[in-house]
Protein backbone atom coordinates (compact mmCIF):
# COMPACT_ATOMS: atom_id res chain seq x y z
CA UNK A 1 0.00 0.00 0.00
CA UNK A 2 1.13 3.62 -0.86
CA UNK A 3 1.73 5.68 1.71
CA UNK A 4 0.37 9.09 1.08
CA UNK A 5 -0.62 10.95 4.73
CA UNK A 6 1.36 8.69 7.79
CA UNK A 7 0.54 10.15 11.29
CA UNK A 8 3.28 7.96 13.39
CA UNK A 9 3.02 7.67 17.28
CA UNK A 10 1.19 11.33 17.77
CA UNK A 11 0.30 12.39 20.33
CA UNK A 12 -1.63 15.93 21.37
CA UNK A 13 -1.93 17.86 25.03
CA UNK A 14 -3.26 20.74 26.01
CA UNK A 15 -2.46 22.79 28.36
CA UNK A 16 -5.75 24.68 29.85
CA UNK A 17 -5.82 26.54 32.58
CA UNK A 18 -7.42 23.65 34.46
CA UNK A 19 -4.70 22.05 33.54
CA UNK A 20 -3.15 19.43 30.72
CA UNK A 21 -5.35 17.58 28.67
CA UNK A 22 -4.42 14.55 26.74
CA UNK A 23 -6.44 15.19 23.81
CA UNK A 24 -4.66 12.15 21.31
CA UNK A 25 -2.64 9.08 22.54
CA UNK A 26 -0.70 7.15 20.66
CA UNK A 27 -2.49 7.54 16.74
CA UNK A 28 -0.89 5.57 14.13
CA UNK A 29 -2.49 5.59 10.44
CA UNK A 30 -1.50 5.54 7.35
CA UNK A 31 -3.49 6.93 4.00
CA UNK A 32 -3.18 5.58 0.93
CA UNK A 33 -3.29 7.98 -2.08
CA UNK A 34 -6.97 7.95 -3.59
CA UNK A 35 -8.60 6.97 -0.74
CA UNK A 36 -11.09 8.01 1.01
CA UNK A 37 -11.04 7.83 5.26
CA UNK A 38 -13.84 8.73 7.82
CA UNK A 39 -12.87 9.93 11.20
CA UNK A 40 -16.38 8.54 13.29
CA UNK A 41 -16.36 8.94 16.71
CA UNK A 42 -18.61 10.49 19.93
CA UNK A 43 -18.26 14.54 20.20
CA UNK A 44 -15.02 15.33 22.51
CA UNK A 45 -12.81 12.42 20.94
CA UNK A 46 -10.70 14.08 19.73
CA UNK A 47 -11.76 13.59 15.79
CA UNK A 48 -11.44 17.24 14.47
CA UNK A 49 -7.86 17.49 16.46
CA UNK A 50 -6.77 14.29 14.33
CA UNK A 51 -7.98 16.66 11.46
CA UNK A 52 -6.49 19.92 12.18
CA UNK A 53 -3.04 17.87 12.98
CA UNK A 54 -3.48 16.76 9.72
CA UNK A 55 -3.98 20.38 8.27
CA UNK A 56 -1.42 21.41 9.99
CA UNK A 57 -3.27 24.22 12.15
CA UNK A 58 -2.21 22.41 15.52
CA UNK A 59 1.23 20.72 16.30
CA UNK A 60 1.67 17.43 18.04
CA UNK A 61 3.11 17.46 21.09
CA UNK A 62 4.50 14.23 20.08
CA UNK A 63 4.86 11.91 16.84
CA UNK A 64 5.12 13.30 13.34
CA UNK A 65 2.96 14.06 10.62
CA UNK A 66 4.01 13.16 6.77
CA UNK A 67 2.51 14.23 4.09
CA UNK A 68 3.95 12.86 0.47
CA UNK A 69 7.04 12.23 2.62
CA UNK A 70 7.36 15.67 3.73
CA UNK A 71 6.77 16.59 7.37
CA UNK A 72 3.90 18.60 7.99
CA UNK A 73 5.12 21.73 9.91
CA UNK A 74 1.87 23.82 9.39
CA UNK A 75 -0.87 24.21 6.47
CA UNK A 76 -0.44 24.61 2.79
CA UNK A 77 -1.88 24.13 -0.18
CA UNK A 78 -1.41 21.08 -0.63
CA UNK A 79 -4.20 20.36 1.91
CA UNK A 80 -7.42 21.87 1.17
CA UNK A 81 -9.50 22.13 4.10
CA UNK A 82 -13.65 22.21 3.99
CA UNK A 83 -14.79 23.69 7.88
CA UNK A 84 -18.02 22.94 9.07
CA UNK A 85 -19.66 26.72 8.77
CA UNK A 86 -18.03 27.08 5.48
CA UNK A 87 -15.88 29.99 6.63
CA UNK A 88 -16.87 31.55 3.43
CA UNK A 89 -16.02 35.49 3.84
CA UNK A 90 -19.27 37.74 3.89
CA UNK A 91 -17.78 40.68 1.99
CA UNK A 92 -16.36 38.60 -1.10
CA UNK A 93 -18.71 36.99 -3.84
CA UNK A 94 -18.22 33.18 -4.58
CA UNK A 95 -15.92 33.82 -7.19
CA UNK A 96 -14.05 36.10 -5.75
CA UNK A 97 -13.42 33.32 -2.39
CA UNK A 98 -12.33 30.36 -4.28
CA UNK A 99 -10.36 32.87 -6.68
CA UNK A 100 -8.49 33.92 -3.29
CA UNK A 101 -7.40 30.69 -3.05
CA UNK A 102 -6.39 30.01 -6.60
CA UNK A 103 -4.74 33.09 -6.20
CA UNK A 104 -2.55 32.07 -4.00
CA UNK A 105 -1.46 28.87 -5.12
CA UNK A 106 -1.03 29.62 -9.33
CA UNK A 107 -0.40 33.17 -9.47
CA UNK A 108 3.07 33.03 -9.58
CA UNK A 109 3.11 30.70 -12.69
CA UNK A 110 -0.30 31.18 -14.38
CA UNK A 111 -1.96 34.81 -16.11
CA UNK A 112 -4.86 36.23 -14.58
CA UNK A 113 -7.19 34.75 -17.48
CA UNK A 114 -5.80 31.68 -16.41
CA UNK A 115 -6.61 32.08 -12.63
CA UNK A 116 -10.48 32.93 -13.70
CA UNK A 117 -10.68 29.83 -15.66
CA UNK A 118 -9.55 27.80 -12.63
CA UNK A 119 -12.31 29.85 -10.53
CA UNK A 120 -14.61 29.22 -13.02
CA UNK A 121 -13.96 25.09 -13.39
CA UNK A 122 -13.79 24.67 -9.65
CA UNK A 123 -17.67 26.14 -9.13
CA UNK A 124 -18.69 24.60 -12.19
CA UNK A 125 -17.74 21.26 -10.30
CA UNK A 126 -19.79 22.07 -7.51
CA UNK A 127 -22.78 23.38 -9.69
CA UNK A 128 -22.58 26.96 -8.84
CA UNK A 129 -21.80 28.66 -12.12
CA UNK A 130 -24.47 30.23 -11.60
CA UNK A 131 -23.84 31.96 -8.12
CA UNK A 132 -21.13 32.63 -9.08
CA UNK A 133 -21.18 36.68 -8.67
CA UNK A 134 -23.71 36.05 -5.68
CA UNK A 135 -22.72 36.92 -1.72
CA UNK A 136 -22.54 34.07 0.98
CA UNK A 137 -25.60 35.80 2.31
CA UNK A 138 -27.84 35.04 -0.65
CA UNK A 139 -27.11 31.57 -0.95
CA UNK A 140 -28.44 28.51 1.14
CA UNK A 141 -26.52 26.84 3.48
CA UNK A 142 -26.37 23.63 1.10
CA UNK A 143 -24.52 26.24 -1.29
CA UNK A 144 -22.37 27.70 0.67
CA UNK A 145 -20.76 24.48 1.89
CA UNK A 146 -20.72 24.05 -2.19
CA UNK A 147 -18.51 27.20 -2.61
CA UNK A 148 -16.23 25.90 0.64
CA UNK A 149 -15.48 22.53 -0.80
CA UNK A 150 -14.85 24.45 -4.48
CA UNK A 151 -12.38 26.47 -2.63
CA UNK A 152 -10.64 23.48 -1.34
CA UNK A 153 -10.61 22.01 -4.37
CA UNK A 154 -9.41 24.82 -6.64
CA UNK A 155 -6.38 24.69 -4.82
CA UNK A 156 -6.17 21.34 -6.39
CA UNK A 157 -5.03 19.64 -3.21
CA UNK A 158 -3.42 16.44 -3.01
CA UNK A 159 -5.38 15.86 0.12
CA UNK A 160 -9.04 17.03 0.70
CA UNK A 161 -9.51 17.54 4.86
CA UNK A 162 -13.64 17.61 5.61
CA UNK A 163 -14.59 18.93 9.31
CA UNK A 164 -18.25 17.73 9.42
CA UNK A 165 -18.81 19.18 6.28
CA UNK A 166 -22.31 18.56 6.35
CA UNK A 167 -23.54 18.39 9.61
CA UNK A 168 -25.48 21.84 9.99
CA UNK A 169 -27.37 20.98 6.68
CA UNK A 170 -30.95 18.95 6.66
CA UNK A 171 -30.82 15.79 5.65
CA UNK A 172 -32.60 16.11 2.36
CA UNK A 173 -29.50 18.54 1.34
CA UNK A 174 -26.78 16.58 3.28
CA UNK A 175 -27.75 13.32 0.93
CA UNK A 176 -27.98 15.68 -2.29
CA UNK A 177 -24.58 17.05 -1.44
CA UNK A 178 -22.95 13.58 -0.22
CA UNK A 179 -23.79 12.23 -4.47
CA UNK A 180 -22.49 15.11 -5.40
CA UNK A 181 -19.23 14.45 -3.31
CA UNK A 182 -18.93 11.20 -4.09
CA UNK A 183 -18.93 12.11 -8.17
CA UNK A 184 -16.59 14.80 -7.11
CA UNK A 185 -14.08 12.64 -5.51
CA UNK A 186 -14.67 9.57 -8.25
CA UNK A 187 -13.71 12.47 -10.70
CA UNK A 188 -10.80 14.13 -9.31
CA UNK A 189 -8.97 11.07 -7.75
CA UNK A 190 -9.19 12.37 -4.62
CA UNK A 191 -7.32 11.37 -1.51
CA UNK A 192 -9.82 12.41 1.55
CA UNK A 193 -10.04 12.64 5.21
CA UNK A 194 -13.50 13.36 6.68
CA UNK A 195 -14.45 13.83 10.20
CA UNK A 196 -18.17 13.07 10.75
CA UNK A 197 -20.63 11.69 13.34
CA UNK A 198 -22.87 10.27 10.88
CA UNK A 199 -22.37 6.43 10.25
CA UNK A 200 -24.57 5.83 7.49
CA UNK A 201 -22.18 8.85 5.48
CA UNK A 202 -19.19 7.48 6.84
CA UNK A 203 -20.45 4.24 5.37
CA UNK A 204 -21.54 5.35 2.12
CA UNK A 205 -18.72 7.55 1.30
CA UNK A 206 -15.70 5.86 2.89
CA UNK A 207 -13.20 3.36 2.03
CA UNK A 208 -11.85 2.84 5.33
CA UNK A 209 -13.69 3.93 8.76
CA UNK A 210 -11.63 5.38 11.63
CA UNK A 211 -13.60 4.81 14.88
CA UNK A 212 -11.64 6.73 17.64
CA UNK A 213 -12.26 5.95 21.51
CA UNK A 214 -13.78 7.95 23.73
CA UNK A 215 -11.49 11.03 25.15
CA UNK A 216 -9.39 12.15 27.40
CA UNK A 217 -6.24 10.40 25.60
CA UNK A 218 -8.61 9.42 22.46
CA UNK A 219 -6.88 6.78 20.42
CA UNK A 220 -8.20 4.74 17.19
CA UNK A 221 -10.19 1.98 18.98
CA UNK A 222 -10.82 -0.10 15.44
CA UNK A 223 -9.96 0.25 11.75
CA UNK A 224 -13.35 -1.09 9.79
CA UNK A 225 -12.54 -1.44 5.62
CA UNK A 226 -15.83 -1.03 3.31
CA UNK A 227 -15.47 -2.88 0.70
CA UNK A 228 -18.55 -1.89 -0.67
CA UNK A 229 -18.28 -1.85 -4.73
CA UNK A 230 -18.09 1.95 -6.07
CA UNK A 231 -19.44 3.94 -7.84
CA UNK A 232 -22.34 3.55 -4.58
CA UNK A 233 -26.21 4.32 -5.04
CA UNK A 234 -27.76 5.12 -1.89
CA UNK A 235 -30.61 3.18 -2.99
CA UNK A 236 -29.24 -0.07 -4.15
CA UNK A 237 -27.82 0.01 -0.50
CA UNK A 238 -30.61 0.29 1.34
CA UNK A 239 -31.28 -3.33 0.87
CA UNK A 240 -28.17 -4.85 0.46
CA UNK A 241 -27.31 -6.93 3.92
CA UNK A 242 -23.61 -6.55 3.21
CA UNK A 243 -24.26 -2.90 4.06
CA UNK A 244 -26.14 -3.20 7.15
CA UNK A 245 -23.51 -5.77 8.45
CA UNK A 246 -21.01 -2.42 7.93
CA UNK A 247 -23.30 -0.24 9.02
CA UNK A 248 -24.39 -2.49 12.26
CA UNK A 249 -20.56 -2.99 13.28
CA UNK A 250 -20.07 0.82 13.38
CA UNK A 251 -22.44 1.11 15.67
CA UNK A 252 -21.75 -1.47 17.63
CA UNK A 253 -18.66 0.26 17.98
CA UNK A 254 -19.99 3.34 18.78
CA UNK A 255 -23.25 2.60 21.26
CA UNK A 256 -21.84 -0.68 23.06
CA UNK A 257 -17.51 -0.94 23.11
CA UNK A 258 -17.58 2.94 23.36
CA UNK A 259 -21.35 3.91 24.96
CA UNK A 260 -20.99 7.50 26.31
CA UNK A 261 -20.68 7.18 30.43
CA UNK A 262 -23.53 9.94 30.62
CA UNK A 263 -25.79 7.64 28.39
CA UNK A 264 -25.33 4.27 30.02
CA UNK B 1 -61.26 58.91 2.19
CA UNK B 2 -57.75 59.25 3.36
CA UNK B 3 -55.69 56.07 2.01
CA UNK B 4 -54.86 54.01 5.22
CA UNK B 5 -51.20 53.67 4.98
CA UNK B 6 -50.93 57.32 4.50
CA UNK B 7 -53.15 57.95 7.66
CA UNK B 8 -50.78 55.50 9.89
CA UNK B 9 -47.65 57.24 8.52
CA UNK B 10 -49.21 61.07 10.16
CA UNK B 11 -50.60 59.13 13.18
CA UNK B 12 -47.71 57.29 13.99
CA UNK B 13 -44.49 58.25 12.60
CA UNK B 14 -44.79 62.03 11.77
CA UNK B 15 -47.39 63.67 14.62
CA UNK B 16 -45.19 62.12 17.45
CA UNK B 17 -42.20 64.90 16.71
CA UNK B 18 -44.67 67.40 15.61
CA UNK B 19 -46.11 67.52 18.73
CA UNK B 20 -43.09 67.96 21.02
CA UNK B 21 -41.87 70.44 18.50
CA UNK B 22 -44.73 72.68 18.91
CA UNK B 23 -44.46 71.64 23.14
CA UNK B 24 -40.80 72.86 23.21
CA UNK B 25 -41.53 76.14 21.39
CA UNK B 26 -44.90 76.95 23.45
CA UNK B 27 -42.81 76.41 26.51
CA UNK B 28 -39.98 78.48 25.43
CA UNK B 29 -42.66 80.98 24.73
CA UNK B 30 -44.02 80.90 28.07
CA UNK B 31 -40.61 81.26 29.67
CA UNK B 32 -39.69 84.15 27.45
CA UNK B 33 -43.10 85.78 28.28
CA UNK B 34 -42.57 85.57 31.68
CA UNK B 35 -38.59 86.41 31.37
CA UNK B 36 -38.13 89.28 29.33
CA UNK B 37 -34.51 88.95 28.68
CA UNK B 38 -35.34 85.33 26.67
CA UNK B 39 -35.89 86.11 23.31
CA UNK B 40 -39.30 84.70 22.27
CA UNK B 41 -39.10 81.86 19.38
CA UNK B 42 -40.91 84.74 16.76
CA UNK B 43 -37.85 86.87 17.65
CA UNK B 44 -35.56 84.66 17.00
CA UNK B 45 -37.16 83.23 13.54
CA UNK B 46 -36.65 86.49 12.41
CA UNK B 47 -33.39 87.59 13.49
CA UNK B 48 -32.26 83.92 11.86
CA UNK B 49 -33.79 85.29 8.76
CA UNK B 50 -31.89 88.24 8.64
CA UNK B 51 -28.80 86.32 9.40
CA UNK B 52 -29.01 83.52 6.77
CA UNK B 53 -30.25 86.13 4.19
CA UNK B 54 -26.41 86.96 4.10
CA UNK B 55 -23.97 84.16 5.17
CA UNK B 56 -21.58 84.80 3.74
CA UNK B 57 -20.27 88.48 4.38
CA UNK B 58 -16.71 89.98 5.51
CA UNK B 59 -16.76 93.15 7.29
CA UNK B 60 -13.83 92.28 9.29
CA UNK B 61 -12.10 89.77 11.09
CA UNK B 62 -14.20 89.20 14.24
CA UNK B 63 -17.85 90.39 11.78
CA UNK B 64 -18.17 87.45 9.46
CA UNK B 65 -21.65 85.86 8.12
CA UNK B 66 -22.48 83.01 10.11
CA UNK B 67 -21.86 80.61 6.88
CA UNK B 68 -17.32 81.54 7.32
CA UNK B 69 -18.22 80.42 11.17
CA UNK B 70 -19.68 77.31 10.09
CA UNK B 71 -16.98 76.42 7.94
CA UNK B 72 -14.01 77.29 9.56
CA UNK B 73 -15.64 74.77 12.68
CA UNK B 74 -15.80 72.22 10.41
CA UNK B 75 -12.36 72.63 8.94
CA UNK B 76 -11.10 72.43 12.25
CA UNK B 77 -13.25 69.35 13.17
CA UNK B 78 -12.31 68.12 10.05
CA UNK B 79 -8.30 68.42 10.40
CA UNK B 80 -8.27 67.25 14.09
CA UNK B 81 -10.37 64.47 13.13
CA UNK B 82 -8.17 63.56 9.92
CA UNK B 83 -5.16 63.42 11.85
CA UNK B 84 -6.73 61.80 14.60
CA UNK B 85 -8.24 59.04 11.94
CA UNK B 86 -4.62 58.80 9.93
CA UNK B 87 -2.65 58.14 13.50
CA UNK B 88 -5.78 56.08 15.59
CA UNK B 89 -6.60 53.90 13.04
CA UNK B 90 -3.58 52.40 12.26
CA UNK B 91 -2.91 52.18 16.03
CA UNK B 92 -6.09 50.44 16.71
CA UNK B 93 -4.98 47.66 14.09
CA UNK B 94 -1.80 47.25 15.27
CA UNK B 95 -2.98 47.12 19.23
CA UNK B 96 -6.11 44.53 18.36
CA UNK B 97 -3.61 42.81 16.36
CA UNK B 98 -0.65 42.25 19.10
CA UNK B 99 -1.70 41.60 22.98
CA UNK B 100 1.77 42.67 23.79
CA UNK B 101 1.25 46.31 22.41
CA UNK B 102 -2.06 46.15 23.44
CA UNK B 103 -0.72 45.56 27.06
CA UNK B 104 2.02 48.23 26.37
CA UNK B 105 -0.35 50.94 25.75
CA UNK B 106 -3.62 50.05 27.96
CA UNK B 107 -2.31 51.90 31.22
CA UNK B 108 -1.99 54.93 28.90
CA UNK B 109 -4.74 54.54 27.15
CA UNK B 110 -7.21 54.31 30.26
CA UNK B 111 -5.65 57.13 31.70
CA UNK B 112 -5.57 59.86 29.24
CA UNK B 113 -9.11 58.79 28.05
CA UNK B 114 -11.61 60.13 30.66
CA UNK B 115 -9.62 63.78 30.90
CA UNK B 116 -11.93 66.41 29.73
CA UNK B 117 -10.67 67.32 26.15
CA UNK B 118 -9.97 71.08 27.11
CA UNK B 119 -7.53 70.45 29.71
CA UNK B 120 -5.27 69.77 26.88
CA UNK B 121 -6.02 73.16 25.65
CA UNK B 122 -3.35 74.84 27.59
CA UNK B 123 -0.79 72.46 26.16
CA UNK B 124 -1.82 73.45 22.48
CA UNK B 125 -1.31 76.73 23.52
CA UNK B 126 2.38 76.13 24.94
CA UNK B 127 3.68 73.99 22.47
CA UNK B 128 2.08 75.71 18.92
CA UNK B 129 2.42 79.50 20.32
CA UNK B 130 -1.14 79.89 18.45
CA UNK B 131 -4.68 79.61 18.74
CA UNK B 132 -5.93 77.61 15.90
CA UNK B 133 -3.39 74.76 16.04
CA UNK B 134 -4.51 74.58 19.47
CA UNK B 135 -8.13 74.19 18.54
CA UNK B 136 -6.91 71.58 15.60
CA UNK B 137 -4.93 70.07 18.85
CA UNK B 138 -8.21 69.58 21.25
CA UNK B 139 -10.26 68.01 18.86
CA UNK B 140 -7.34 65.75 17.61
CA UNK B 141 -7.05 64.66 21.23
CA UNK B 142 -10.41 64.72 21.95
CA UNK B 143 -11.34 62.06 18.64
CA UNK B 144 -8.59 59.87 18.80
CA UNK B 145 -9.74 57.41 21.63
CA UNK B 146 -12.87 56.01 20.08
CA UNK B 147 -10.90 55.40 16.95
CA UNK B 148 -8.11 53.56 18.50
CA UNK B 149 -10.79 51.58 20.87
CA UNK B 150 -13.00 51.09 18.49
CA UNK B 151 -10.76 49.14 15.81
CA UNK B 152 -8.53 47.46 18.41
CA UNK B 153 -12.13 46.24 19.53
CA UNK B 154 -13.21 44.83 15.81
CA UNK B 155 -9.95 43.41 15.38
CA UNK B 156 -9.90 41.14 18.44
CA UNK B 157 -13.68 40.48 17.62
CA UNK B 158 -12.36 38.94 14.00
CA UNK B 159 -13.96 35.48 14.37
CA UNK B 160 -11.38 32.38 14.33
CA UNK B 161 -12.82 31.14 10.97
CA UNK B 162 -11.94 33.78 9.15
CA UNK B 163 -7.87 33.45 10.29
CA UNK B 164 -7.87 29.28 9.75
CA UNK B 165 -9.06 30.54 6.55
CA UNK B 166 -6.49 32.58 6.45
CA UNK B 167 -3.86 29.92 7.32
CA UNK B 168 -5.16 27.15 5.25
CA UNK B 169 -4.96 29.28 2.20
CA UNK B 170 -1.52 30.09 3.77
CA UNK B 171 -2.40 34.15 2.91
CA UNK B 172 0.73 36.98 3.20
CA UNK B 173 -0.11 39.60 5.96
CA UNK B 174 -0.97 41.93 3.61
CA UNK B 175 -3.35 39.78 2.13
CA UNK B 176 -5.00 39.20 5.67
CA UNK B 177 -5.41 42.47 6.04
CA UNK B 178 -6.66 43.39 2.80
CA UNK B 179 -9.04 40.81 2.22
CA UNK B 180 -9.89 39.55 6.09
CA UNK B 181 -8.69 41.80 8.76
CA UNK B 182 -9.96 45.53 7.02
CA UNK B 183 -13.56 44.36 5.96
CA UNK B 184 -14.11 42.42 9.09
CA UNK B 185 -13.15 45.43 11.29
CA UNK B 186 -14.85 48.09 8.90
CA UNK B 187 -18.12 47.90 11.01
CA UNK B 188 -16.15 48.48 14.69
CA UNK B 189 -14.44 50.88 12.87
CA UNK B 190 -17.29 53.44 11.29
CA UNK B 191 -19.22 53.42 14.95
CA UNK B 192 -15.33 54.71 16.00
CA UNK B 193 -15.70 57.02 13.87
CA UNK B 194 -19.17 58.21 13.90
CA UNK B 195 -18.33 58.66 18.32
CA UNK B 196 -15.11 60.20 17.52
CA UNK B 197 -16.68 62.86 15.10
CA UNK B 198 -19.65 63.37 17.68
CA UNK B 199 -17.14 64.04 20.40
CA UNK B 200 -15.48 66.30 18.03
CA UNK B 201 -18.57 68.68 17.56
CA UNK B 202 -19.21 68.72 20.86
CA UNK B 203 -15.65 70.00 21.54
CA UNK B 204 -15.36 72.96 19.04
CA UNK B 205 -17.61 74.96 20.27
CA UNK B 206 -15.95 75.07 23.64
CA UNK B 207 -12.29 75.10 22.52
CA UNK B 208 -13.24 78.24 20.12
CA UNK B 209 -15.11 80.11 23.06
CA UNK B 210 -11.29 79.60 24.62
CA UNK B 211 -9.08 79.99 21.21
CA UNK B 212 -11.61 82.92 19.61
CA UNK B 213 -11.03 83.89 15.70
CA UNK B 214 -13.45 82.41 13.44
CA UNK B 215 -16.42 79.90 13.88
CA UNK B 216 -19.69 79.15 16.05
CA UNK B 217 -18.07 78.80 19.36
CA UNK B 218 -16.09 81.99 19.03
CA UNK B 219 -19.27 83.62 17.54
CA UNK B 220 -21.61 82.53 20.68
CA UNK B 221 -18.97 83.85 22.67
CA UNK B 222 -18.61 87.29 20.52
CA UNK B 223 -22.63 87.68 21.07
CA UNK B 224 -22.43 87.16 24.06
CA UNK B 225 -20.00 90.11 24.79
CA UNK B 226 -22.55 91.89 22.34
CA UNK B 227 -25.24 91.12 24.32
CA UNK B 228 -27.26 89.58 21.18
CA UNK B 229 -28.90 86.67 23.13
CA UNK B 230 -31.04 85.06 19.43
CA UNK B 231 -27.88 84.77 17.88
CA UNK B 232 -26.63 82.36 20.98
CA UNK B 233 -29.87 80.61 20.48
CA UNK B 234 -29.11 80.51 16.55
CA UNK B 235 -25.99 79.34 17.43
CA UNK B 236 -27.20 76.38 19.43
CA UNK B 237 -29.83 74.97 16.72
CA UNK B 238 -27.36 75.71 13.71
CA UNK B 239 -24.45 73.63 16.01
CA UNK B 240 -27.19 70.71 17.13
CA UNK B 241 -28.66 70.62 13.58
CA UNK B 242 -24.93 70.48 11.80
CA UNK B 243 -24.54 67.49 14.46
CA UNK B 244 -27.31 65.38 13.42
CA UNK B 245 -26.61 65.87 9.88
CA UNK B 246 -23.12 64.65 10.50
CA UNK B 247 -24.76 61.29 12.89
CA UNK B 248 -27.15 60.67 10.21
CA UNK B 249 -24.74 61.00 7.58
CA UNK B 250 -21.95 58.33 8.74
CA UNK B 251 -25.30 56.16 10.25
CA UNK B 252 -25.79 55.79 6.50
CA UNK B 253 -22.81 55.17 5.81
CA UNK B 254 -22.74 52.45 7.67
CA UNK B 255 -25.63 51.14 6.69
CA UNK B 256 -24.08 51.00 3.49
CA UNK B 257 -21.19 49.33 4.49
CA UNK B 258 -22.85 46.09 6.34
CA UNK B 259 -25.32 45.16 3.53
Redesign the interface.
Known amino acids: MQKFVQVEQVNMTFHTRQGTFVALQDINLRIAKGEFISLIGHSGCGKSTLLNLI?G?LSPTDGVLLCAEREIA????E???V?Q?H?L?P??TCFQNVY??VE?VFAATESKAQLRERTDAALALVHLSHAAQKYPHEISGGMKQRVGIARALS?QPKVLLLDEPFGALDALTRAHLQDELMKIVAETQSTVVMVTHDVDEAVLLSDRIVMMTNGPAATIGDILHVDLPKPRNRLTLANDPHYHALRGAVLEFLYQKQAHKEAA | MMNSRVKHFLLHTALPPLIGLSGFVLLWSLVAHSNSSLPSPMQTWESALKLFSDPFYRNSPNDQGIGWNILFSLERVGTGFGMAAALGIPLGFLIGRFPFLDKMTAPIISLLRPVSPLAWLPIGLLVFKSANPAAIWVIFISSIWPLIINTAMGVRQLPQDYLNVARVLNLSEWKIFTTILFPATLPYLLTGVRLSIGTAWLVIVAAEMLTGGVGLGFWVWDEWNNLNVEHILIAIFVVGCIGLLLEQVLIWLAGRVRA
Open positions: ALGPGPRGVFNSLWLLARM
